[in-house]
């Protein structure tokens, strides 16, 4: 088979892939030079996609109450299910959450479906928990939710200001265009606005550490500063804008001066003045920004607050300058863009335009089509709790771990009469509430669009056989809606049919009016549709190519075509930490994984640069709750608690804690981070404060700790923590519990001799009065699995353990190592992996830096390869050849 052009299901940069199907359950893929997203550049998550389509853990056939049943009877039980309930408490007792994993064409249907034929509004996305903010930031100032820029932007920027966006983590491909662009004009400038110091300040000529939730200060300080100097651009506010007044008045009524805006900020005067004179004194800026902004009880008012300082100097919709909203998901944009949140309607438009409602009633020949907002992520799940929504059917997404106060969400699924989840994986944290369980194809299995942060709408396509019965969300939702009497309108048969009916609603009585106009693709043939390649909307007959920028010519999508400035009077986060909850936790991602590890979490490479949930905490704050490196910590908040382990570094600031978000219950026992985190909502995108949960931390100290290493997957027994992760050729757990079992030899042989007991060979230590126990299981010649446990922290390191692992036959040596828990001369251990791509470790980095002399990325890469493939470790790198030599000096 030939490689197939399509787009990684990561982040919503929206790399082009080149992927080919493998013998062995695994594919080929390489970053396509073609797409101008990523110019054949890949991340690590991009780069590993191959080793994450197995079918290992798969859900492979429809079945209700685990049950295994024919398509027909799910549908069937669905259908009516749904139906029974609609009748009985109406069309608002039922609901859909969905995702930004889907595809433009599944989440049309499903909104059409629910918005269009059952009559409610009550469908969501977790794109509301990732840039919902953003949308409704977008739609006061713009009149539409517009992104105005391009990624080109960022090349050309003399100055890029990243706020709340660790873009070197999160969105790795755009930060690395950002880099090269910064090597080839070395004059540019670039500002990180964040309180931590990420990866992303490895390029960063200022790094501003704000206070958490001040930044509408900042901005609203730097809109008075841009008029106190004469900046602001009067003939472009006087043609193309309105409101500046007012907003000018709110900020300065608040923090105006800089040294007031230092303070309310946590930063030096000298900072604040640095940044905004670069800010003032620069034509082309970009000010990008995502989850550190959108994700606030006043996450509007920020967005529009930066976009504030944009109009005021007309630096928006022209080359190298403008806002720039980048998005956590894949196709946070197309669900945008088709109305999969509650607050909007198809191709945004609005519920709040009453001929907007009655285009798409009339354009759907939908009757019963809703008229008024449904609720949004966070209410739908206080809904199902109360008892309002009786019946639900969750597509793609994870919420038992994504949400806020999780657990919570979990009970109110509980609560439901019937919950339905489509998913490609059988075991996650919400499947195991879901009465019925639909399979959906995954990634490589099926086709459609979806629009990336730039709006640049990109082909999914299938390179490999959908395996089971899996089907593709759209054909499922087609199926439902046709059981409850809706089938004309979903007699689809294809993609390529819904992506034409969506196109045609955008062009469906759009005089230039509306933002989002695909008119030019609403005939293209199945063939046109099978070839279509990147381009960015509005596409339009006058512009068939699409479209890089918009408001260049000052006109906007609202009633009097200006842009609106927003007056905005700063907010702090709704709950301050205090007393009994003194630390801000923080939440975000890691590099290696994406979401809830469904997919990352097989990928060994991709497992090892993060293998545990950790709490990143300030050196000073450690120092007094005397926690170590590396010990295990419990946080609790007013919602919930966890247990993590600590991660000292001076990259966080004191009184913050951040926790990264992907751990769910099927890889730790403990990890859920998100179980903590307050409800708190924007009053007005509805996004949750994911970034500000005042918490407790405090050491963890059980009875003894351990890890396991395994061929096989194991079945641990009840164990207070425990971390899972893959490894190559084997299984890692990470182990901790309260009581230390009577006999460890037993306790051992009862957790790694399931099978082949008759061949195992067992060897073991054991040293009571130190408290520890090594035991190794081999079978054949082979490790089969080994085990190491102590009531002290002292344990082996991993890596040249894991090496052992694929090895036929075990040497003595290796046997004595085993014993001892020291690496042997010849196997030294290369330490947690910085560089996925070539599994290159810590150990090794130190080694060959302090031997050799290294003391560039560059001629680390040229000794050890690290850094060379996709370069996502290349800040590591650079940090650590700092830290090595910070040490030579001391
Ligand atoms: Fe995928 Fe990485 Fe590109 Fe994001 S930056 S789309 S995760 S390859």
């Known amino acids: 088979m030939d490689e197939v052009r399509t787009t990684c299901p990561y982040c919503g940069v929206g790399c082009g892939v080149l992927a080919k199907a493998g013998d062995d359950a695994t594919a080929s893929v390489r970053g396509d030079p073609d797409h101008p997203a ?19 853990g798969r859900l492979l056939t429809p079945r209700i109450n685990d049950r295994q049943v024919s398509w027909g009877a799910a549908l069937d039980h669905v259908a009516a299910g749904f139906r029974r309930i609609i009748a009985a408490h109406g069309p608002d007792a039922v609901a859909f959450y969905v995702s930004g994993q889907l595809l433009t064409e599944d989440y049309y249907v499903a909104n059409k ?33 517009t992104v105005p820029g391009c990624y080109e932007d960022l090349e050309q920027a003399e100055l890029t200001v990243l706020v709340g966006s660790n873009a070197a983590w999160c969105h790795p491909v755009l930060f690395q265009r950002m880099r090269a662009a910064k090597e080839r004009h070395p004059d540019r400038k670039l500002v990180v606005i964040d309180p931590r110091r990420t990866a992303t300040c490895d390029i960063a000529d200022l790094h501003l550490p704000l206070k958490s939730g001040s930044d509408a200060v900042l901005f609203d300080g730097l809109l008075c500063y841009l008029f106190q100097n004469g900046q602001v651009d009067f003939s472009y506010l006087e043609a193309a804008t309105e409101g500046y007044g007012e907003a000018l008045q709110a900020a300065r009524s608040g923090a105006a001066a800089i040294p007031q805006v230092a303070a309310a900020c946590g930063l030096t005067e000298e900072d604040v003045a640095r940044f905004y004179h670069l800010f003032a004194r620069t034509e082309r800026v970009v000010s990008v920004y995502s989850q550190g902004i959108n994700q606030s009880s006043s996450g509007s008012d920020k967005v529009n607050a930066i976009i504030n300082c944009h109009l005021a100097t007309g630096r928006i919709g022209r080359p190298g300058m403008g806002p720039f909203s980048v998005t956590g998901q894949p196709n946070a944009m197309g669900g945008r863009e088709v109305g999969g949140l509650a607050n909007q309607l198809a191709a945004h438009m609005d519920f709040d335009d009453a001929r907007a409602v009655d285009r ?32 639900v059917w969750i597509m793609a997404t994870n919420p038992v771990v994504s949400m806020p106060d999780a657990d919570r969400v979990r009970e109110a699924l509980r609560r439901c009469e019937l919950v339905v989840v489509s998913d490609c994986m059988a075991r996650t944290d919400t499947t195991a509430c879901a009465h019925v369980l639909l399979p959906a194809a995954a990634w490589g299995e099926k086709g459609g669009t979806v629009t990336n942060s730039e709006r640049r709408i990109s082909r999914q396509r299938a390179f490999l056989m959908a395996p089971g019965e899996a089907r593709p969300d759209w054909w499922m939702v087609c199926e ?39 008119s030019a693709l609403a005939s293209l043939s199945d063939g046109d549709y099978e070839r279509l390649d990147p381009l960015q909307w509005p596409v339009t007959a006058a512009r068939p190519e ?57 990928s060994p490479r991709l497992s090892a640069h ?74 007005l995108s509805g996004q949750p404060e994911l970034k500000h949960t005042p918490v407790q931390v405090e050491c963890y100290t059980p009875q003894w700790q351990g890890f396991v290493l395994s061929r096989r997957c194991l079945s641990l027994p009840p164990t207070d923590y425990w971390v899972m992760a893959a490894g190559r050729q084997f299984w890692r757990y990470e182990l901790a519990g309260e009581r230390t079992p009577a006999e460890w030899g037993e306790w051992a042989r009862q957790l790694l001799c399931a099978e082949d007991r008759a061949r195992a060979e067992w060897i073991e230590y054991l040293d009571t009065a130190a408290g520890r126990y090594r035991g190794a299981r081999l079978v054949g010649d082979r490790l089969d699995s080994c085990l190491f446990v102590t009531t002290s922290r002292e344990l082996p390191p991993r890596t040249w353990l894991g090496q052992l692992f694929s090895e036929e036959v075990l040497s003595a040596q290796d046997r004595m190592s085993l014993l001892t828990g020291n690496p ?60 090595c030599a910070a040490k030579k000096i001391a």
Not at 38 to 56: F, H, I, P, Q, W
Not at 489 to 503: D, G, L, M, V, Y
Not at 842 to 866: F, H, I, M, S, W
Request: positive net charge; charged residues 25%; glycine residues 10%.
């Open 480 to 518: 439902v809606a046709k059981r409850l009497g809706f089938g004309e309108a979903f007699s689809f048969q294809t993609p390529a049919a819904i992506f034409r009916e969506h196109a045609a609603l955008s062009d469906f009585e759009n005089d230039g009016g509306r933002d989002f106009d695909l």
């Open 360 to 391: 798409v009633r009339r354009f759907w020949r939908a009757p019963n089509v809703a008229s008024r907002p449904g609720l949004k992520a966070v209410d739908m799940f206080q809904a199902m709790g109360e008892g309002r929504i009786k019946a």
């Open 546 to 602: 699409g479209t890089e920028r918009l408001f260049g010519d000052g006109r906007f999508f609202t009633e009097s075509a200006k842009a609106r400035f927003i007056a905005v009077t700063p907010r702090p986060p709704v709950n301050a930490p205090d007393e009994q909850y003194p630390f801000i936790l923080n939440t975000g991602r890691v590099r290696d994984h994406w979401h809830t590890l469904t997919r990352t979490g097989k």
């Open 38 to 56: 990523n110019r054949g550049r890949l991340c690590s998550k991009g780069a590993a996609l191959g080793e994450t389509v197995d079918l290992e």
């Open 824 to 883: 042997s001369r010849d196997r030294p251990d290369g330490g947690r992996i910085v560089c996925s791509c070539f599994s290159v470790g810590e150990n090794t980095l130190r080694r060959a830096v302090e031997a050799q002399g290294l003391d560039t990325p560059e001629a680390l890469g040229r000794a050890l390869k690290a850094g060379t493939n996709c370069g996502s470790c290349i800040p590591e790198l650079k940090a650590l050849i700092t830290e």
């Open 610 to 683: 993060s293998v545990e949930p950790y709490a990143e905490l300030y050196p000073d704050d450690a120092a007094r709750l005397r926690i170590a490196d590396g010990a295990l910590v419990r946080l609790h908040s007013r919602w919930g608690w966890m247990i993590a382990r600590a991660l000292i570094s001076p990259a966080q600031q004191a009184g913050n804690v951040f926790v990264p978000m992907h751990w769910s219950g099927q890889f730790a026992g403990r990890g859920r981070v998100d179980v903590l985190v307050n409800p708190e909502i924007d009053p």
């Open 113 to 145: 479906l629910m918005k269009g034929f059952i009559g409610s509004a009550n469908i969501d996305t977790n794109s509301r928990l990732c840039m919902s903010s953003s949308v409704a930031g977008h739609k006061r100032a713009f009149g539409a939710d």
